[in-house]
Structures are given as C-alpha cells and as structure tokens.
C-alpha cells in the first residue's frame, strides 16, 4: 500500500474536497483525483462519491478513514516523542462503545479501572445502539462493548458475552411529585407519571411484568432509548423513574430525587462483549474485574 496515496485520501476526507485538499497539499486537484484513484484501484473499492456538489464517503471509504485516521495520529505523536527526546513506545487506544440504555455512570465506574496503571491506555469511547456498535466491534474498530443485553441471536457477529453482574431496580421521584400522592410504595405509582426505558430495552418488559403483578395503572408520561435523558426529565419532575439500586447515592446526589423504593424482584443486567473467548487485553480484563466489585453476581 502506498501510504502517501493514503495520507492524500485522509487529508482530502477531513477538508471535505478535492480542491481544499489540494490547496492544503499544493496539488492540482487532477493530480490528487489520479493518486486517489489509484489507491481505489489498489483496495478495488470506491471511496469517494459525488453528493451534489460535494464529495462523501463510500462505506469503504469510511471504514479507511478510521484506520488513516489512527495510523496518521500515532505518526504524528512519534514525531513529537522524538522532537522532545523523549522516545517511548506508544500505548493502543482502548476502544470501547456503549449501548445508551447503560447508566453513565455505571459506564463510568466500569471503564476507569481500566485507565489506571503505569501504561495507562487512550480511551476512545463511542455511544450507540447495539446493532451499530456489534458492527464496530466485528471489523476491530471497537475493542469492546458494554451492553445490558447479551449478544442478541439474530445478529451475525462472532463475538463472546462477558457477563458482569448485575443490580436490582429502584423508583426515583422529583420533590414536587411527591406532593401529589398519599399512597405507600409501589402504589404511588399509580398516582404518578411514569418515564420507561423504550420498549426496545432490556429492562422494559421486566419493568411492565412487575407494574402488572402490583396491579399499578401506569401513566406513562415518556419513553426513552437513552436512560441520561431520561433521568434528566425526572430530575426536573416530569415523571417517576427506575434505575439501578447501585447507584442510589449518586442519584440522590446529583439529581436530587427522592428513593420511593426498590424492587428486589427486578434486575438489571450488564454484559461486555469482544471478539475474544478469553479476555487477554489488559485494560478489558481490569473491567470484568472490578464489575463484581461494583455489581456482585
């Protein structure tokens, strides 16, 4: 492969065109049309397509982005290693996605332990819905995913489940909502909005089984496929909502809701899942690690 045709490609997908990549490269855009052509020529794939009258990437193309966009990254921090004669042997970005029906900060607590240590890696951390991230984690742009699901069947990725632990559920509500009920714990319920995980979420059908069972007459004021969000619209009293048990004191804290109570009966799930059977990277094996600190079995 012929890196400069590389680098030209890279620099014309960041500037947007073939004309300010020329300018930035002192290039006549004929000349940087015939190097790009030639590296589609040598992957045999398109990169590059014409929007109107703009340039965007092809599914290839994004896919030679990323891995341009690494190889030039670390090139340039080799560059001011050696300039500031202080050689060292760069540390892999640990890559990690996860699904948005995971709590932030049980990401959070999960993933730090991983940065820790004396070769302490560049995170990189995406967001996402499973199907997206599973597709990251197949071609290797994702070094892991933290889901409250297992590896759905349905989806055709060789990838191993982790299983990390899991928490029990409980009911959080705004000061103000509280003023409008008089019943005990989960009767409440009944006399409050109620924002849910989508129906698409882990946790929802066994949040519905367990509002039937307490036979509670739900007003669902909201759904949500992000949990942040959701949590942000009942700290400002939109609505009563669960969340893990673990996290209690943080949602007390930040938020400034009040426990209504827990559910013993209802769990939420948290799984990491990678390419590998037996986990060998070190920062993902601190993860699993500290997961039965956190979460328990």
């Known amino acids: 492969m012929n890196f400069k045709h590389l680098h030209y490609f890279w620099v014309t997908a960041k500037t947007g065109g073939i004309v300010r990549a020329g300018k930035q490269l002192h290039l006549t855009p004929q000349t940087l049309s015939g190097q790009i052509k030639l590296l589609e020529e040598y992957f045999n794939k398109r990169l590059l397509r014409k929007s109107g009258r703009n340039l965007e990437l092809t599914e290839a193309g994004q896919l030679v982005l990323r891995y341009a966009e690494e190889i030039f990254t670390l090139g340039a921090e080799l560059e001011a290693a050696l300039q500031h004669d202080q050689p060292a042997r760069p540390t892999a970005p640990l890559r990690i996605g ?82 409008r009920t008089t019943q005990p714990f989960p009767q409440c319920l009944s006399e409050l909005p109620l924002l849910l995980p989508a129906t698409s979420s882990a946790v929802r059908a066994q949040i519905d089984q367990w509002l039937g069972q307490n ?27 669960a969340a893990p048990s673990v996290l209690q004191a943080d949602i007390a804290r930040e938020l400034g809701v009040t426990l209504l109570g827990h559910c013993t009966d209802m769990h939420q799930e948290f799984y990491a899942i990678s390419v590998e059977r037996r986990i060998t990277h070190h920062g993902v094996a601190r993860i699993t690690r500290v997961a039965k600190d956190l979460l328990g079995d």
Request: aromatic letters at 6%; proline letters at 5%.
């Open 98 to 179: 996860v699904t948005d029906a995971v709590p932030k900060a049980i990401a959070y607590r999960l993933i730090e332990p991983a940065l820790q240590g004396g070769e302490s890696p560049r995170l990189v951390c995406e967001e996402g819905e499973m199907d997206d991230l599973l597709a990251d984690l197949s071609v290797h742009r994702l070094d892991l995913v933290i889901a409250d699901a297992p590896l759905p069947a349905h989806v055709n990725v060789r990838a191993f489940n982790h299983r990390l632990g899991r928490t029990t559920l409980s009911f959080y509500a705004s000061a103000s909502l509280l003023e």
């Open 215 to 241: 036979k509670i007459a739900a007003h669902i004021a909201g759904e949500f496929e992000d949990g942040a969000l959701m949590t942000a619209f009942g700290r400002e009293g939109r609505g009563a909502f």
